[in-house]
C-alpha cells in the first residue's frame, strides 16, 4: 500500500506565505512526477504545479513567480512554498504522485487533501 500524506496548511492572512509537504510512504520502487492540485468551493480541481523526478516544473499562470514546488527524492517528498498568498488561493490542497510500485506496477496517488485559507 502507498500512502501520500500532507501537512502545512492553515489559515494566513494575504500576503503572507505557508509551506505544503507531502510524503509517500510504502512500497515504492519509484516515484515519477509529482504534483499539487487544489479545488476551492464549487469549482473543478486545477493543477497548481508539477515537478518531473528530473526536476522540470511547471506552474498554473495564477501562481507563476509566487509558489514555488520542490522535491527531496530521498526522503520521498514534494513541497509547495506559498508566497504572497492572496484569498483567491483558498482552497484544499492535495498532492499527487505518480509511483511504481514494487514489483506491482505503476499508479497515480493523492493525498487526502490540507485545507489553505487566506483571509483579506
Known amino acids: 500500500q502507498v500512502q501520500l500524506v500532507e501537512s502545512g496548511g492553515g489559515l494566513v492572512q494575504a500576503g503572507g506565505s505557508l509551506r505544503l509537504s507531502c510524503a509517500a510512504s510504502?512500497?515504492?520502487?519509484?516515484?515519477?512526477?509529482m504534483g499539487w492540485y487544489r479545488q476551492a468551493p464549487g469549482k473543478q480541481r486545477e493543477l497548481v504545479a508539477h515537478?518531473?523526478?528530473?526536476?522540470?516544473?511547471n506552474y498554473a499562470d495564477s501562481v507563476k513567480g509566487r509558489f514555488t514546488i520542490s522535491r527531496d527524492n530521498a526522503k520521498n517528498t514534494v513541497y509547495l512554498q506559498m508566497n504572497v498568498l492572496k484569498a483567491e488561493d483558498t482552497a484544499v490542497y492535495y498532492c499527487?504522485?505518480?509511483?511504481?510500485?514494487?514489483?506491482?506496477?505503476?499508479?497515480?496517488?493523492w493525498g487526502q487533501g490540507t485545507q489553505v485559507t487566506v483571509s483579506s
Open positions: 499527487n504522485a505518480d509511483i511504481i510500485r514494487s514489483g506491482l506496477g505503476r499508479d497515480l496517488y
Open positions: 515537478i518531473t523526478n528530473g526536476g522540470i516544473t
Open positions: 510504502g512500497r515504492i520502487f519509484s516515484i515519477l512526477a
